[in-house]
């Protein structure tokens, strides 16, 4: 079975610094999707940044990018110049197929705050 | 804001009642998966529906059922509700079969049993 562990329960950030947040997933797959998703008090999941696992390059969404080791299994999301909206529960998540479906395995989170 | 909507938003339930949450899919989706988000935790599977039937499950007890409608729209129910049910309950709609396609989540239903 899949696994994602988030081994830091709580970050804290200086607005416009750099901050990076960890990830470790165990899959016996070899091609998959990681994701990195934001949820605000709002409680809304949205979607920050993906990762294809056949894709050797580091993905980057603008002040978001990703450290992908695939053979470490591990997957950060380094968000640079830190806003104060970026204050959120972030989540690492795995796209695991189970029979016929696609389903979600997330980790346990990381709460990020961002001081002014 | 995407173009999932969850309703309601707050419930508050008895022991051992039912309930039933409901789930409005993106427009051109045809795939429904629900999560259980606990207190502290992330988001746990519970199932997917995909064209009217349900194509995947997590390890959740058979008191939690679902329905996917013609328009792609989905219930959630729970049958004989226990205190740890209370929690968020969040649905995820996508398109399966079209290449990668971006699951888009609803707010979320937040549970409380009492």
């Known amino acids: 079975a899949q696994t994602v562990t988030q081994s830091q329960p709580e970050m804290s950030v200086q607005e416009a610094e750099t901050v990076t947040l960890s990830c470790t997933y165990d899959?016996?797959?070899?091609?998959?999707?990681l994701f990195w998703y934001k949820q605000p008090p709002s409680r809304q999941m949205i979607l920050v940044i993906r990762?294809?696992?056949?894709?050797?390059q580091n993905a980057t969404e603008n002040r978001f990018s990703v450290n992908f080791q695939k053979a470490a299994k591990s997957f950060s999301l380094k968000i640079s110049d830190s806003q104060l909206g970026d204050a959120a529960m972030y989540f690492c998540?795995?796209?695991?197929?189970?029979?016929?479906?696609?389903?979600?395995?997330f980790g346990k989170g990381t709460k990020l705050t961002v001081n002014p | 804001e995407t173009g999932v909507t969850q309703s309601p938003t707050h419930l508050i339930k008895t022991r051992g009642q039912q309930v039933t949450l409901r789930c409005s899919s993106q427009?051109?989706?045809?795939?429904v998966s629900w999560y259980q988000q606990a207190l502290g935790q992330g988001p746990q599977f519970i199932f997917q529906?995909?064209?009217?039937?349900?194509?995947g499950r997590g390890n959740f007890p058979p008191r939690f059922s679902g329905l996917q409608f013609p328009n792609y729209s989905s219930e959630l129910n729970v049958n004989a509700l226990e205190l740890d049910d209370s929690a968020l309950y969040l649905c995820?709609?996508?398109?399966?079969?079209?290449?990668?396609?971006?699951?888009?989540f609803g707010q979320g239903t937040r549970l409380t049993v009492v």
């Open positions: 995820a709609s996508s398109l399966i079969g079209q290449g990668f396609t971006e699951a888009f």
């Open positions: 899959t016996s797959e070899s091609d998959y999707y």
């Open positions: 990762q294809e696992a056949y894709k050797q």
């Open positions: 998540a795995y796209r695991a197929h189970q029979g016929g479906s696609e389903k979600l395995v």
């Open positions: 427009s051109g989706h045809n795939t």
């Open positions: 529906y995909y064209r009217e039937e349900e194509n």
